[in-house]
């Protein structure tokens, strides 16, 4: 990964940069230092504006699909002679958002991987067409899988 640059796109409000940038970035999820681009949202209680993005944020489904593509866009626009590899999960509708960038952007996208969380694969699998799987073990309750059993399942070593 020495060559690669990461970016990280989120839909959460940008309030919650500094929690999710510790998680990311810190010692013990170790994911490798990139861009982090969030969901804009204004933050002062007194404004009905900032109470219509809190709306917006909780009632509109279609405002972090459009935040993705759009901060996508900008991103593959900035580096129009990189490829990208996208890397989400199926919980909400990052298929979509790749399937979307991957039209626009065709020699871009070189891989899409999808860590799929909600069984789409056997559900509905016309929604990951083209995309690698990911495994995600689907856990029911706390004790059915012991945290070395997941560990040597879903380990991934070079």
Do not use: C
Not at 11 to 31: H, I, V
Request: glycine content about 6%; aromatic content about 12%.
């Amino acid at each position: 990964w020495e060559d690669a640059t990461f970016h990280y796109v989120s839909g959460s409000p940008w309030q919650l940069f500094n929690p999710l940038s510790s998680f990311l970035f810190g010692d013990e999820a170790g994911f490798p230092v990139g861009s982090l681009h969030m969901k804009s949202a204004r933050k002062n209680p007194l404004t009905i504006s900032s109470w219509r993005d809190l709306l917006d944020f909780i009632t509109n489904e279609n405002l972090t699909f459009e935040q993705k593509i759009d901060q996508i866009s900008t991103i593959f626009e900035h580096f129009p002679d990189r490829q990208f590899i996208m890397v989400g999960d199926s919980g909400e509708r990052d298929p979509e958002v790749y399937s979307t960038i991957r039209e626009r952007y065709p020699d871009q996208v070189k891989r899409i991987y999808i860590r799929d969380v909600i069984n789409d694969r056997e559900l509905n699998p016309d929604r990951l067409a083209g995309m690698e799987l990911i495994p995600a073990p689907t856990i029911y309750r706390p004790g059915q899988i012991t945290e070395e059993e997941i560990l040597e399942e879903y380990s991934y070593s070079e």
